[in-house]
């Protein structure tokens, strides 16, 4: 028992190492002859665990796409449009309000070609994006080139080249047309009092180095930062231990119902009595504890099993799985408020608890842990169901193993100190109508966060029954009849009477300082949440209510807008108004970058300093538009072309800042040199605050 708990625990110590992706997918390419006229280009990539890569179909405005584009093109035609094959999953993104594709595991691309003439030459890249539940990689290039002779079609080399000519006139009409266009878009990105900035980017040569950005402004600076110490923790690392924590809450909270507390004291007394032995005692309690943790991580690992990666991943986004959770909430929340008991097979337990008596050693004890979680699963199922759907939904494959592991840590610690110290018996609550408020007080919280499943739901389906207004209604009143029911007001079936000394009912029976507490801060939540329907942000609950762009009645304007899109531009105007500046290297399909935007720039706080102190320069990793002329860069001993300016603003971040990850934001001066350390996703305001300002005192100084 104790090789496998040590083992579970390395096991769990080791996960952060693993979420560290340096390369989460690895393409290869191959030619794959179709025919003397035809063949195929076929791209197969190995995408790590908990990684995605979108498919070829993504609607304006989503996420990065496969797409396939071609630098060179001799004798050869494409046919058709880049295709994916293999397992293609679908699943409503809520940020983007559209559903999306992508592949798991493995993604294969594949496009035809039609040879033209009797030999030819094709060279190109595959573009795609790729992300996890938390971080989005850059759009990545995967270079191809191919040669060889065929068999043309005499009508397809016609073809070809009719074809040809009516692209070179497209083209030339497009460029006439976009030309306007073009210098619009760049007009737009600097402020209008900084005309004195053309001089100093015109400045800038207009080789290949200089666009690249070969200034003092793209001189690494990794050094530097590593000396103003440690970048922001890893986000999956921290969604791993808020799942660990949300979890032993989750115990901690099922150790106070009616099925679990009063167990606690006979189960250790049995101990302690059985041995005749202190020492022994405490080692069979002890024994007790670590097979409880055993049994429920168990638990978190057959349902990730049973689910793999790929639907723990799809879960946060599938409609017909967030419909499921929706219903089967109701049903807990039904199940504490009184309406009916959840419990297992008596036969089940019977048989288990037999089983145990006719044991013994280490054996028996197992099977007396495993009778406590059969006998307690009325009380325990609820907490486990609600815990095992929030936390698959967060899109991590190991989150149930890792939720299950907190919540059976919290369950057998009880059982293990007391124990050790058994004066503290005499100290427990004794068992009473509190427990069962506990229970209540749970099935309204289940009730709540239904909502949030079907609202996703909603989403998908465009029904439009749950827009922000209506959510954030229905969540005033269910907390505001929380506390009405823990203030006294409210009463449920199973909420025992209190009687007076002659055996009558107590009606106005007192209400003890902790319900009036709870039931406080209950209606101040409800309150709390009121100016929402007017569209305030509510930055506490923006996780768990709709979007704002459902919201059909909205006052709130306070966004927070970059002042540049372009690194040079904005390092130039910088420099000339005498100001620090913060890059903030984000992405149109980077999820925590837009949590970020609502839950932190929102702050008054925030805003004003990044308004009135700062030069923003935002920097989009997937912006597709391409450059004048590619760019040859080396990195890493191996030459990369850079074609679009997304490609620009990632090769900066990893050349400059050696990171690749967003939302990444970094503050410096106007030599380009930094001013703190960088920031990553993390939502606590207090320390984006301090961020900015530690970097407004070092530029000061």
Known sequence: MKKITSLLLLWVMALPLLAQFQEPVKFSVAQNKLSDSEFEIVFTGSIDPGWHVYSTDIPEGGPTPATINFDEQKGVEPVGKLTARGSVHK???ELFGMEVTYMEGTAVFVQKMRITEASYSVKGYLNYGACNDQNCMPPTNVEFSFEGEGKPQAAAAKAASEKKKEVAGAEAEIKEEAAPLAETK?????????????????????????????????????DELAAFGEAASNAAQQAWWKI????????????????????????VSFFLKRSGDKRKGIRDAATYGVSIVVIYVLLGLVITAIFGASALNALSTNAIFNIFFC???????????GAFEITLPSSWSNAVDSKAESTTGLLSIFLMAFTLALVSFSCTGPIIGFLLVEVSTSGSILAPTIGMLGFAIALALPFTLFAMFPAWLKTMPKSGNWMNCVKVTLGFLELAFALKFLSVADLA???????????????????????????????????EDEYDESGNVIVN???????????LISFAFAIYMVPGLWGAPLKAISAFSPPMSTQDFNLYDNEVRADFTDFDAGMAYAKQQGKPVMV???????????KMELAVWSDQKVADIMQDDYVLISLYVDEKAKLPEPIKVVENGQERTLRTVGDKWSYLQRSKFGANAQPFYVLLDNEGKPLNKSYSYDEDIEKYVNFLQTGLKNYKK
């Open 461 to 495: 389906y465009g029904w439009h029954i749950l827009d922000r207004e209506a959510f954030l209604s229905l969540w005033i009143v269910i907390f505001a009849l929380l506390g009405a029911y823990l203030i006294g007001w409210l009463r449920f079936p199973h909420d």
């Open 91 to 93: 699943a409503f993104d």
């Open 584 to 594: 903030d290297f984000t992405g149109y399909g980077c999820v925590n970058c837009r």
């Open 327 to 337: 219903l089967l909430l109701l049903v807990f929340a039904a199940s504490f408020f």
């Open 186 to 222: 760049e007009a737009a990105a600097v402020p209008a009092d900084s005309a004195a900035v053309d001089s100093a980017v015109a400045a800038v040569p207009a080789d290949n180095k200089a666009a690249v950005g070969a200034t003092d402004y793209w001189t690494p600076v990794i």
């Open 244 to 267: 660990f924590l949300l979890g032993f809450l989750g115990g901690l909270v099922a150790l106070l119902t009616p099925c679990v507390w009063p167990i606690i004291p006979m189960t």
């Open 509 to 519: 029976h007192r209400t003890s300082v902790t319900r009036f507490f709870m039931a």
